[in-house]
């Protein structure tokens, strides 16, 4: 406004300020760390997309090309809004980027799925394509806005790389919605104009999951035996182990340093204590000849010269393991040699934007909790619904944080809690909400035609009809993470591991501890009201 800008003004007229600006966090990335990381990650994010294209033609045969030709389009429009936006491209938006993935195969799957199920009722092909998409409808909504809501409340408490996470996740989710329910049925409309005759599936995958009465919850007490044992065993570790925090929560300075030859970690461990007076934590991060070196030497201290000091100090540290001749210019961020050595990347973060991000993801884990518990409450008028689905979130995110603790002493790659980790923590979230809110929906559908049933039968009959969309959309997704995960280089690779973890736990937890909390609370609830 006109008076801001004259308060502004009046601000400048009066001469220096008395405030200095200070830099709390920066990070640089070396041009060959950087053009490796794209070329890792293009190639192994395409790799993926083949696999999953394939598997969707293997699986559904001439349906699933219209379904791959959505989710290609689905890709187009992601990557398009983000251009429009000017957006960065960060780990945590890729992870929210796979995880549309995820939810745009999930929601083509669910529809396909719906329409092999009019087809059995002896529906013709037409009349079963308009009920498969109606059918679906509703779980397709329901699992949508429950991870829209997760990632609106993340944009709003999150900082930002959660930020990122959450914009890439909610363009996604529009997106993967449009083009599951309109561009899929748009074209299978165009097919069956011409009186075509059209299969969902093939003759290997004819009799996949037909027929299916597993009795899920006869098992519930070996599952929860299974839970609660690895459950204990990662609390024990995180109270004696503890947790590998990265500089983004605990403050410092951290140095990818690549050199010409295999290096010993502990060997530059000690030569670095002696030019820093303290021994900074030394690792191989990678490769034998690639070391991650995070210091607190200075971490107070801003500025350039603060920089260049605690970079000349490493550089003395470790300059009898490089080759002869190597000077400081050739060691700095961007000055690698022809060899490629020196710093690949160095990360900065003062101790007040370490306290902020832990705030921050905090909060907004907390907050989406709060607001999926409401939704799910509203939608299926159950109190039981909402703690089923919460618990299974808890159980997930419990259970990678005590295998990140329990194996990032032993595990060949890097098991670091940084900013990254917390966004694969949200996607593990929204991917357990999502599998879970799918077969909550059907159990509500069940049980709303059939009110005759005991619950345990709707709920076992519920879960034996969704497990073709639960390990559909799991495959897919799994496929998309541990391609990117073998091929995506080595600063994604505990990321990476992390989502896969929480794809397994939760397509498992949905299964087997979201439902039988549903079924328990509701047993216990329908006892008292007698």
Request: proline share 2%; glycine share 8%.
């Amino acid at each position: 406004t006109i008076v801001e800008a004259q308060d502004l003004a009046n601000v400048l007229k009066a001469g220096k300020l008395p405030a200095p600006a200070q830099i709390i966090q920066s990070e640089i990335v070396g041009p060959s760390l950087g053009q490796e990381a794209i070329d890792s990650g293009v190639n192994s994010f395409l790799l993926a997309l083949a696999l999953i294209l394939l598997w969707m033609i293997l699986y559904y045969g001439k349906a699933g090309v219209f379904a791959d030709v959505a989710l290609v389009t689905n890709i187009l429009y992601i990557f398009g809004v983000l251009t429009g936006f000017g957006a960065v491209l960060t780990l945590p938006g890729i992870a929210g980027i796979v995880l549309t993935i995820g939810m745009s195969v999930d929601a083509n799957v669910l529809i396909y799925e719906r329409i092999k199920e009019e087809f059995i009722k002896g529906k013709g092909t037409k009349e079963a394509i308009r009920d498969g998409f109606s059918g679906a409808l509703s779980s397709i909504i329901d699992a949508n806005v429950t991870t829209f809501l997760t990632g609106l409340i993340l944009f709003i408490f999150g900082s930002g790389p959660i930020k990122g996470f959450a914009t890439t996740l909610m363009i996604g989710i529009i997106t993967s919605l449009f083009t599951a329910i309109f561009v899929t049925r748009l074209f299978i409309e165009w097919y069956m104009k011409k009186d075509r005759s059209l299969t969902f599936d093939t003759k290997i995958t004819r009799n996949w999951f037909s027929n299916l009465d597993i009795d899920f919850l006869s098992k519930r007490k070996f599952a929860f035996i299974i839970s609660g044992t690895i459950i204990l065993a990662g609390l024990v570790s995180l109270v004696t182990n503890g947790l590998n925090y990265g500089v983004d929560f605990k403050g410092g300075r951290t140095y990818t340093v690549r050199f010409e030859k295999a290096v010993s970690a502990p060997e530059v461990g000690d030569a670095l204590k002696v030019v820093f007076g303290s021994a900074p934590e030394v690792k191989t991060f990678g490769a034998d000849n690639q070391l991650k070196i995070t210091t607190k030497y200075n971490v107070d201290k801003n500025g350039i010269t603060a920089d260049d000091e605690v970079q000349q100090k490493l550089f003395d540290g470790i300059k009898a393991f490089l080759p002869d001749g190597t000077t400081m210019a050739q060691f700095k961020p961007g000055g690698e040699t022809a060899h490629k050595i020196g710093i690949m990347q160095a990360v900065k973060v003062g101790p007040t934007i370490a306290d902020d991000i832990k705030k921050d993801a905090f909060w907004a884990i907390l907050g989406s909790l709060v607001i999926v518990f409401l939704y799910i409450l509203l939608r299926f008028r159950k109190w039981q619904f909402s703690l089923g689905a919460v618990v299974a979130v808890f159980h997930d995110v419990l259970v990678v944080l005590g295998v990140f603790s329990l194996f990032y002493k032993y595990l060949p790659f890097d098991l670091e809690i940084d900013q990254a980790f917390i966004a694969a923590i949200l996607t593990v979230v929204g991917y357990s909400l999502n599998d879970t809110v799918v077969i909550f929906d059907r159990i509500r559908e069940f049980a709303n035609i059939h009110k005759s049933w005991e619950h345990k039968n709707i709920i076992n009959k519920a879960l034996s009809s969704t497990l073709s969309r639960t390990i559909n959309t799991s495959l897919t997704t799994l496929i998309v993470l541990l391609a990117i995960f073998l091929d995506g280089g080595e600063t994604i690779r505990g990321f990476m591991f992390a989502l896969i973890i929480g794809v397994i736990v939760g397509t498992y937890s949905s299964l087997f501890v979201a439902s039988p909390i549903l079924y328990l609370t509701s047993k216990q609830t329908d006892k008292n009201n007698k």
